[in-house]
């Protein structure tokens, strides 16, 4: 399955992560691409459906795939995800969940909670590297 997610960050370099309501688990705005779409233009709709925000420019974060990422979904679905992650500071409006997330919040890099979705660990172990560099 080919994903894309944005890894959001304030003006104080915070990273928005967002709390499955099915799991429970954190991780960023995110989902499949429809077949056929630009994978820009799903990461980019998929955080305007999870968040309500608009992200103007971003940029690419890395490419993500292997075995670290298969994941068994609470309904039982089963897959190998290659995840194409963006970063962007660039966003506009307020954040407001839909209906798959209970809670949303920012994080700076050291304060980024264990309970990270599955698929998304090897990102967040990869943001976290980074934001200390």
């Known amino acids: 399955m080919v994903g894309a997610a944005i890894l959001v960050l304030d003006e104080q370099n915070r990273l928005l992560l967002l709390k499955r309501s099915d799991s429970g688990c954190w991780g960023p705005p995110g989902g499949a691409t429809e077949p056929g779409e630009i994978v820009e233009d799903a990461a980019?709709?998929?955080?305007?459906?999870?968040?309500?925000?608009?992200?103007?420019?971003?940029?690419l974060f890395g490419v993500f795939s292997g075995p670290e990422l298969y994941y068994k979904y609470p309904n039982g679905d089963e897959v190998?995800?290659?995840?194409?992650?963006?970063?962007?500071?660039?966003?506009r409006g307020d954040v407001k969940?839909?209906?798959?997330?209970?809670?949303?919040?920012?994080?700076?890099?050291?304060?980024?909670p264990e309970d990270i979705s599955p698929p998304i660990t090897p990102v967040i172990e990869q943001f976290k590297r980074t934001a200390s560099h």
Request: proline residues 2%.
């Open 44 to 59: 980019k709709r998929e955080t305007l459906e999870e968040t309500r925000l608009e992200i103007g420019e971003m940029s």
């Open 80 to 91: 190998y995800n290659v995840t194409i992650v963006y970063l962007s500071r660039d966003w």
């Open 97 to 112: 969940l839909n209906d798959e997330h209970t809670e949303w919040q920012w994080f700076a890099p050291f304060e980024i």
